[in-house]
């Protein structure tokens, strides 16, 4: 497989097999640190969906209207699906055969974790989606900065997502067994906790912020019907 970054070369008139590679000077795409770019190209993925020809390393987006065919995207989209691929955020699937600029050949499905489902549902339930998060401020002398206003959405019951202000960063908090398990963005176990608020401010220690003094705001999306 071409890799999806730091490619040394443009492959030409040859999109399924048989790359010619031109060299030039660029070292791979640059990567973007916009949240609403990758909602969007996380939403694109699902629906209508991305393909990349492995042997050059193309991405192409399904055609909705000729199944089995596919269109190019533009340069910044390929290069951030390339980014969420390198990141884990996306996956490759199984090959399709595909028709594109009047070729064919096999390309891979470009698939969307559930993990990186769940951390773009997080994003819209807080609109809008965050903004890019500023480059971080040195460190005071006295430690960890605080973490500011903790976000925690309760979707359905059960079941919350978490995100810390002015931030990228959160989670997922899940009751089991009477208490709440705690996953960052990629599903990995956090800890437990007792409560949501309790798992708001486990999340913030465990990505290096010092819980302050600022609200852990609780959103219930659902809530029970009251009984007659």
Same mark, same amino acid.
């Given at each position: 497989m071409v =890799?999806? %970054?730091?490619?040394?070369?443009?492959?030409?008139? @040859?999109?399924?097999g048989g790359a010619v590679i031109v060299e030039n000077a660029e070292h791979g795409p640059a990567a973007t640190q916009d949240p609403r770019e990758v909602a969007r190209i996380v939403a694109g993925a699902q629906d209508p969906g991305f393909f990349v020809i492995e042997r050059t390393g193309r991405v192409i987006q399904a055609d909705p209207a000729r199944p089995g065919c596919a269109e190019a995207v533009s340069r910044h989209d390929g290069d951030t699906v390339a980014q969420l691929l390198d990141s884990g955020h996306l996956k490759l699937g199984g090959n399709?055969? *595909?028709h594109h600029a009047g070729q064919e050949g096999p390309a891979? /499905?470009?698939? #969307?974790?559930?993990?990186? !489902?769940?951390?773009? %549902?997080r994003w819209?339930?807080?609109?809008?989606?965050?903004?890019? !998060?500023? @480059?971080?401020?040195?460190?005071?002398?006295?430690?960890? =900065? /605080?973490? =500011? #206003?903790?976000?925690?959405?309760?979707?359905?019951? +059960?079941?919350?997502?978490?995100?810390?202000? +002015?931030t990228s960063q959160g989670g997922t908090v899940l009751r089991e067994a009477g208490r709440y398990r705690v996953?960052?963005?990629? +599903?990995?176990? #956090?800890?437990?906790?007792?409560?949501? !608020?309790?798992? &708001?401010?486990?999340?913030? !220690?465990?990505?290096?912020?010092?819980? =302050?003094? &600022?609200?852990?705001? *609780?959103?219930?999306?659902?809530?029970?019907?009251?009984?007659?």
């Open positions: =890799g999806m %970054t730091g490619q040394s070369g443009t492959v030409q008139d @040859a999109l399924f399709h055969h *595909i891979r /499905a470009v698939l #969307v974790p559930k993990a990186t !489902r769940d951390m773009v %549902t819209g339930h807080l609109r809008p989606v965050p903004d890019p !998060r500023p @480059a971080p401020e040195p460190k005071r002398a006295t430690g960890q =900065g /605080a973490s =500011g #206003v903790i976000w925690v959405d309760v979707v359905q019951p +059960g079941k919350a997502l978490v995100l810390l202000a +002015g996953e960052n963005d990629h +599903g990995a176990l #956090v800890g437990h906790a007792s409560t949501y !608020r309790a798992a &708001g401010r486990l999340l913030a !220690r465990y990505y290096g912020h010092r819980p =302050g003094p &600022g609200p852990v705001e *609780i959103e219930h999306e659902h809530r029970a019907r009251p009984r007659r």
